[in-house]
């Protein structure tokens, strides 16, 4: 299982990004996935996760309404899109198979203006 975070970046109170986990040695369609970030001097903590087919998908309410996570099946590519960014979304965004208890490396956001 390998998974292979990118898209984070430098971006302004307010702002936008989109992260982009593409994953290989699995059927990836039949897994549910999710990101979970951590901020300095933080413990790690969960974002999101989506279902397989469904595409049903839960959020951290600290989250709830600004991020939204997604996957494109054939592209084995799950996203996630997150608007009106703040300071305390700094962090170190990863990206998890949690059947496989499988992390990313990690894609670094910071929001600061």
């Known amino acids: 299982v390998q998974l292979v975070e990118s898209g984070g970046g430098l971006v302004q109170p307010g702002g936008s990004l989109r992260l982009s986990c593409a994953a290989s040695?699995?059927?990836?369609?039949?897994?549910?996935m999710s990101w979970y970030r951590q901020a300095p001097g933080k413990e790690r903590e969960y974002v999101a996760t989506?279902?397989?087919?469904?595409?049903?998908?839960n959020y951290a309410d600290s989250v709830k309404g600004r991020f939204t996570i997604s996957r494109d099946n054939p592209k084995n590519t799950v996203y996630l899109q997150m608007n009106s960014l703040k300071p305390e979304d700094t962090a170190v965004y990863y990206c998890?198979?949690?059947?496989?208890?499988?992390w990313g490396q990690g894609t670094q956001v910071t929001v600061s203006s």
């Open positions: 998890y198979a949690p059947f496989f208890d499988s």
């Open positions: 040695g699995f059927t990836f369609s039949r897994y549910v």
């Open positions: 989506i279902r397989s087919a469904g595409g049903s998908a």
